[in-house]
Each structure stands twice: as C-alpha cells, then as structure tokens.
C-alpha cells in the first residue's frame, strides 16, 4: 500500500471478496457487553411487537365485523395501540444503544490507529502521504461506524424480521408460502453478484477521496507559496480535478447500489403481488378466510420491505468493509523499528557517551546511494563535537541513526556502551534532546510547545527554560504573554521565535545527550548572541554533538569531525583542520571570504 509522495496516481488495489476485514474491529465491543445485551433485548422487542399486528388484523377481519363485533374490535384496538407504544419505546432504547455503540467503536478505532502510527518509522511516512493517511484516520473510520451501529442495527432487525414473518407465512399458508420460496433464488443471486461490485467500487470511491483529501492538505499546508509562486488557478484545476475523478468513483459506486436496490425492491414485491392473486383466488374458492389471506400478505409485506432493506444495509456494510480494509492495511504495518523482545536496559546512570563502529547506511527509499560508510568516531561523555561537511555528507544521518529512527545496515551504533538496536527505542530517545534545524512548532499556546520538551514539568521549571532560551523577551509582549495562542505550525511566529522555543525545550528535557542542527540558523547576531550564550550553559556537562553549515559556530568545539560523502576523512579543532584538510580549508575559504565581502 506505500507508494512514493511523488506519485500522483492512485494505484489500483483488489477488491475485497468478504466482510473479513470488518471482523478485525470485533473484539473493540467486547468492553461494551452490557449495552449490546439491552440493545438485542429492545430489538426482539420491537420486531415481536410488529409481528403481532397481523395476527391482531387478521382476528378483526374474521370476526370484528360479526354482530356485537363493536366491543371486540374496541379491545383489539386497545391491545394494538399498547403495542405501538412498546414498539415505539424499544425502537427508541435500540437507536440510541446502538447509535452510542458507533460512535463508541469509531473513537475507540481512532485511538488505536493513531497509537499504531505513532510507532510507525519514519521510512513508512516518507513513502505514505500524510493526507491520506489522515484520510484513513478520519473519514475511513466514520465509515465503519455504520457497520457497527445503524446498519447493523436495521440488518439484525430487518433479519428478525424476515425470519419471524417467515415463520408465520408457514404457519398460516404453507402452499402460499411455496411459491414465495421459489422467488427467493431471484432476490438472492442479485444481492450476492452486486454485493461484490459494490464493495469493489466502494474502495475505489474511498481510495479517490483520499488522494483528493492528499491533495488539498499539501496544498493548503503551504499556501503561502502557493500564491507566492501565484500558483492558486492551477492549484484550483488539479484539486477539480481529483475530486471530479472522486465523483465519478462514487457515482459509479451510487448507481451500482441504486440498482442493486432497485431489483430487490421489485422482485421481492413482485413476488408479494403474484401470491396476492392465487391467494385472492383461494379466498374465492372458500379454501382460504379474508383474515388469513391479510394475515399472510401482511407478513409476507413485512418480510419483502425487510429483504429489501437488508440489501440497502448490504451496501452499507459493502462500504464499511472498503474502509476496514484500508484501515486494516494501516494496522497491518509493522514499524521498521521496534523494541526488542528482551531489550538491554541502558546504565542507569546516564554517561552520555557516543560512539559510532565502522556504521555503513542507506535510506530505504534510496538503495544505491549510501548515506555512511564505515563511519567510525567516538565521543566521550560531556565532550562538545562538531559535525561539518557539504550537504548530503552525512550529517543529519548521523542524528537519525543516533536516535534509532532507522537501522545501520552494518556496524553499530553505541549509547553508554550498549548497541542502540538491543535496547528499547524509547528508553534511548530518552537521554536525548533535540534542537532542529526546522523547528516543529504545534497548535496550542507558548507555554504548550516549550512544555512539549517534558510535559510533567512545572510552571516554575518551564518559566525557567524560557528565560535561559531568551523566550520571555518575545513572549511576554505578546497579547496572552505565555497563553498566547500560536496558531498552526506556529504561523504567526517568527522564524528565530520558533527556534528559541525549540532550544527551550531542549532546555527543559535536561537529557545528558544534546543534538544541535544548526540550532541558531534562523536568529539575528543579536539574538543570535544571546542564544550562544544559553548554549554555552546549556553543554556544560552534556554531550554535545552539533552540525553546523556556518563554520563560525563551531570554532570552540572540542573537536570538529569533517564528513565527506559519508565518510569520515578528518578531525580536530578549526586552527588544525584549515591547515591540514583541503575540504575544511576550503569551505572555511568560501564562508569567511563571503562574509568579509
């Protein structure tokens, strides 16, 4: 199901040929038993409660109308219209259970979705779209709410239905009930071979509104160069369409079911027509009462609208399979990376040392251009490393693998002694904290994103992080000081803001590793300053490894390590490494000539 973000088309996918992938969602209500039980209760209460009205017509057709038939036909009506009350309250009791179970199976989906993908890799994110994604977690989910609540509701009740109108057709006309058997095979066989392509074009509808939903999000994520680029009329064309594209799937998929509704209304009541006749006949013939024969059509009415109904829920439930499958798919993914059986437990006392032995990788997404090569280094634990080289040398690789968001293909990567890949992803992102490049920045207020860092600090502890990350100067002229609401992805921030928050977090996780990506890139020399110094407190003690592209910020480092192509080829502090590698002497030619310029 992973296809590149590049891809623009929506690749063909089997269609389901069960309602298997529906079953995957079964044991969600084994938690909510005791309002199955009520609502199964209120639906044999409501179909018991309908199928007796005909046994009550039938007894006033036959003896209602006979001399002193006044006081019969007042009782009987009297006992119809409790009946209708106790139909209507348990019809009322079985929407609401029902409904209540939906909604409840659907937040419940929702919640184990979005836990599944949080510990998905991030090799499966960049071959997946976010937006579809979020499409499976949205829409897709809403979908399968109706097999778990409406659908099901009508279709166990229409199926009660059936069999007790069934029942009671044998009961009062075997022979008329014959011939209705005989047109059971014509309903049957349509509901089966529609059933399929229905369930077939469902997914494709659902697939198509994913890809237009895909669309929509890239675009409005980054509206902002959409118009800068004054690309809005062919933004506007290719998002008509998609969703034209997504029309034809669903209209193709409404006709298949208007269709299949259609022949089943017509065959069942057809059928009910033609016994009406011969029954008619045999009522003439005085082989048959007119109470039976009322009898015996309404249940026979009772059990055509159910059959009918029963294929309109078909379709319903055809469409939930569609997007439990496509949920299912999403839950069948297995994160490249996960914790082992038996994971080695890291020292509890945290040295921060780093060490990488003879690491060789490559994206999974790009095979035949290796990231590392039998990159060696060690650092030891409080010491302060640079990581410099031209763009695709290595660098941010270097984090990745440090944090275990992928696994070296050969080599190892060590944390306090111990190979990241024996122990549990979680437990080692947990001595680490991150200041990137690209600062992500949630919807919420300030103090949400700088508490993001840990979120059981205190407001005394967080206030502190953000003094030392130079936060307050900006926070508390804003309109809500620290509460002011940020907007998403930070929008109405600027771009060193963003990053000062970035650092403030870094600040208060209080990890012994820290990871700087170029971590003052979007500050101006003033604040730029003030964040070096807030650094400089901040690497005391820690292991620090930073990258940096402006080779002015690493001049104090204790060491800087050159990579080149994925290879380690020379280390040292800046004075040594301008004398002795071509490659530094040279970037550090380019820079400090620029900014001299």
Do not use: C
């Not at 209460?45 to 007796?52: E, G, K, P, R």
């Not at 036909?73 to 139909?87: E, N, P, Q, S, T």
């Not at 509701?153 to 075997?174: C, D, E, K, Q, Y």
């Not at 650092?379 to 275990?404: D, H, I, N, W, Y």
Request: no cysteine.
């Amino acid at each position: 199901m992973a296809r590149s973000s590049a891809d623009n088309a929506t690749p063909a996918r089997p269609a389901g040929k069960s309602l298997k992938p529906l079953r995957r969602f079964l044991p969600l209500l084994q938690g909510y038993r005791i309002q199955i039980g009520l609502a199964f209760v209120a639906l044999i209460v409501a179909a018991l409660a309908t199928l007796s009205v005909p046994l009550a017509v039938r007894r006033v057709i036959d003896h209602g109308f006979s001399p002193g038939g006044d006081i019969f036909i007042d009782r009987y009506f009297a006992v119809m219209l409790a009946v209708v009350a106790v139909l209507a309250l348990a019809s009322a009791a079985r929407f609401y259970l029902v409904t209540w179970l939906g909604e409840r199976i659907v937040a419940d989906t929702r919640d184990l979705l979005f836990r599944h993908l949080l510990d998905l890799s991030p090799s499966f994110f960049e071959a997946n779209r976010s937006g579809e994604i979020v499409s499976r977690l949205t829409a897709d989910t809403t979908q399968i709410k109706s097999a778990f609540s409406t659908s099901a509701s009508i279709a166990l009740r229409n199926l009660a239905m059936l069999i007790g109108a069934a029942v009671m057709m044998v009961v009062t006309s075997p022979k008329l009930s014959g011939l209705v058997l005989l047109a059971i095979p014509l309903i049957v066989l349509p509901l089966i071979f529609f059933g399929r392509k229905v369930r077939a074009l469902s997914r494709d509808a659902q697939d198509t509104l994913a890809h237009s939903a895909a669309y929509a999000q890239e675009r409005l994520l980054a509206v902002s160069a959409v118009q800068s680029f004054v690309q809005e009329n062919a933004a506007v064309r290719a998002f008509r369409e998609a969703t034209a594209t997504a029309f034809d799937a669903a209209a193709k998929r409404s006709w298949a079911r208007a269709f299949l509704t259609g022949s089943i209304i017509f065959l069942s009541l057809g059928s009910v027509t033609a016994v009406l006749w011969y029954g008619a006949r045999e009522v003439i013939t005085g082989t048959m009462t007119a109470g039976s024969l009322s009898q015996f059509v309404l249940y026979a009415v009772l059990a055509a609208s159910s059959l009918g109904e029963l294929s309109q829920v078909w379709g319903e439930i055809q469409l939930a399979a569609g997007a439990a499958e496509r949920i299912a798919e999403l839950l069948d993914e297995r994160p490249a990376i996960a914790a082992p059986a038996s994971p080695v437990p890291l020292p509890s006392t945290a040295r921060g040392e780093v060490a990488f032995d003879k690491v060789s990788f490559h994206y999974p997404t790009r095979p035949d251009g290796p990231a590392l090569e039998e990159l060696s280094f060690q650092v030891p634990a409080g010491e302060t490393v640079a990581l410099v080289g031209p763009s695709g040398a290595g660098k941010s690789t270097v984090f990745a693998l440090l944090q275990r968001f992928y696994d070296p293909q050969a080599g190892k990567v060590l944390l306090d002694g111990v190979d990241v890949r024996l122990a549990d992803p979680r437990q080692v992102r947990s001595r680490i904290a991150v200041v990137p490049q690209e600062t992500v920045i949630f919807s919420g207020s300030v103090l949400d994103n700088i508490r993001f860092g840990r979120p059981d600090a205190s407001l005394d502890e967080v206030r502190k992080a953000a003094r030392a990350a130079h936060i307050d100067e900006f926070a508390e002229s804003l309109p809500r000081g620290y509460d002011t609401q940020v907007g998403e992805r930070g929008i109405t921030l600027s771009g060193g803001q963003r990053q000062r928050i970035a650092i403030g977090r870094a600040i208060l996780r209080n990890a012994p590793i820290l990871l700087l990506d170029e971590a003052t890139s979007a500050l101006d020399a003033q604040s730029e300053a003030l964040i070096q110094q807030a650094l400089a407190e901040l690497t005391q003690n820690r292991t620090t490894l930073v990258i940096a592209h402006r080779l002015a910020t690493v001049r104090s480092a204790g060491r800087i390590l050159v990579l080149d192509e994925g290879r380690l080829v020379a280390q040292g502090k800046h004075g040594e490494l301008t004398q002795s590698n071509p490659l530094y002497s040279r970037l550090a030619e380019l820079q400090f000539s620029a900014q001299s310029a």
